[in-house]
């Protein structure tokens, strides 16, 4: 939650520009690496829950 409200604040901030610094599109990039991840372990291992 509190890193959603921070982009929340910086892209409100920064209306042309959705990353303004190097972490906060390092950390986009390792949720929707995350997220991925998750999403094909959930639909590959579903048949041994």
Partial sequence: M???RR???SR?????RP????DE???RFVDV???TFLR???ATFQHLE
């Fill in 12 to 16: 409100k901030r920064i209306e042309h």
């Fill in 25 to 27: 599109l390092q950390q």
């Fill in 33 to 35: 690496r995350f997220g």
């Fill in 40 to 42: 094909f372990s959930m």
């Fill in 19 to 22: 990353y303004n610094t190097d």
């Fill in 7 to 9: 982009q929340h604040v």
């Fill in 2 to 4: 509190r890193l959603r």
